[in-house]
């Protein structure tokens, strides 16, 4: 009896982790980016010369890139580096895109605070999630939506703007807030759209080629930047705590969009993006340890909303996305109709005659 109960509950719980290990993935990645952020910020706010945002994308995609490239090299990855030939383009766009993605956070790190930073990019899932509804066609459910919502909720108590706010030891007047804001929402369009692009993509290349692309083409672009640009200046290390946060830099990177795109490709766009929402408590938290800042009632409140609204994602997948029964080796038109696969299968028959290398 108690082997079989055991049993029970082994697979209970392999049925809870195939259905969200793409929500756990994601989940682990945002350590990574909340690291990331924290180091950069402090980079470019603490620093004397400070660093400028288009170096810190440079020494983190030049370091990603290298890491990848290694890392493939010694794994032998499929298709490695320029992937299949069917989805090149769709790589180079998620390459674009990301690097507006990448380039919106760390510029609005220099006159956002760390939490108002990060509640901006809370805007691209949604975005994202209605990106992929329209142009492939993935549902975005009515859970999806009410999530979203409650969580902008959350946000909104999160948010308080203010006319003028803190970076570091210096004051940052409103037109630079105003500035560093629109780019953050141009950041926000950029992430949405390397959201939409890697589910298009799917399981068709390997995550570390996906990676691959976004930290050269980033690479590229910010160095063409830094060499054109007369009021962009190349800051070389004083010390070695910068050292350090540079290196650590480019290694969160690495981690982090590894754990982001093999998430994305198992879990769909809108609900893996709500695990965004636990970037909030690590910014809490790094801004109490680092700047000694203490959130207020209301900051308290609408982190309850957001982890609430994110673990009620996690757990209220419905039958059409968490069937786990296989398809037996000869099958039909109504097999495939009746029988639910995982969320990284479920495609129509015309999909799987048309395109045998899904």
């Given at each position: 009896m108690f082997g079989s109960m055991l049993l029970r509950w082994k697979t209970i719980?392999?049925?809870w982790y195939d259905a969200n290990v793409g929500l756990l993935l994601f989940a682990m990645g945002q350590l990574f980016s909340s690291s990331m952020n924290l180091f950069a910020r402090i980079l470019e706010t603490t620093s004397d010369p400070p660093y400028n945002a288009m170096q810190i994308v440079f020494?983190?995609?030049s370091i990603t890139t290298v890491a990848c490239t290694f890392y493939m090299w010694m794994n032998g990855v499929p298709d490695a580096?320029?992937?299949?030939?069917e989805?090149?383009?769709l790589l180079v766009a998620r390459g674009l895109t990301g690097f507006f993605g990448l380039f919106g956070m760390y510029y609005s790190l220099t006159y956002l605070s760390l939490s108002d930073a990060t509640v901006i990019s809370f805007l691209s899932p949604t975005v994202a999630g209605f990106a992929c509804s329209i142009f492939i066609k993935?549902?975005?459910?009515r859970v999806d939506k009410i999530a979203g919502f409650i969580s902008f909720f959350g946000v909104v108590l999160i948010a308080q703007p203010t006319p003028n706010v803190t970076a570091g030891d210096?004051?940052?007047t409103t037109g630079q807030r105003l500035a560093a804001v629109g780019v953050a929402l141009l950041g926000v369009l950029g992430a949405a759209g390397a959201f939409t692009t890697i589910r298009c993509i799917g399981q068709r290349a390997h995550p570390l080629i996906s990676v691959n692309y976004f930290a050269v083409i980033c690479t590229i672009v910010s160095s063409f930047a830094l060499a054109i640009s007369p009021s962009l200046h190349f800051v070389l290390p004083q010390a070695a705590w910068q050292w350090?946060?540079?290196f650590s830099i480019g290694i969160c990177g690495f981690c982090y969009q590894f754990l982001l795109t093999a998430g994305l490709q198992r879990e769909k766009?809108?609900?893996a993006g709500n695990m965004l929402y636990l970037q909030m408590f690590l910014a809490f938290l790094f801004e109490k340890l680092v700047w000694n800042e203490t959130p207020n009632w209301m900051e308290y409140a609408g982190s309850g909303i957001i982890l609430g609204s994110a673990v009620w994602v996690a757990v209220s997948k419905r039958k059409t996305e968490t069937g786990y029964d296989k398809i037996s080796t000869t099958v039909t038109a109504d097999d495939l109709e009746s029988q639910p696969q995982r969320p990284t299968e479920t495609y129509e028959l015309s999909d799987l005659t048309a395109n045998p290398t899904l």
């Open positions: 719980a392999q049925t020494t983190r995609m580096p320029l992937g299949p030939k989805v090149r383009p993935e549902k975005f459910g210096s004051t940052v350090a946060l540079l766009a809108g609900r």
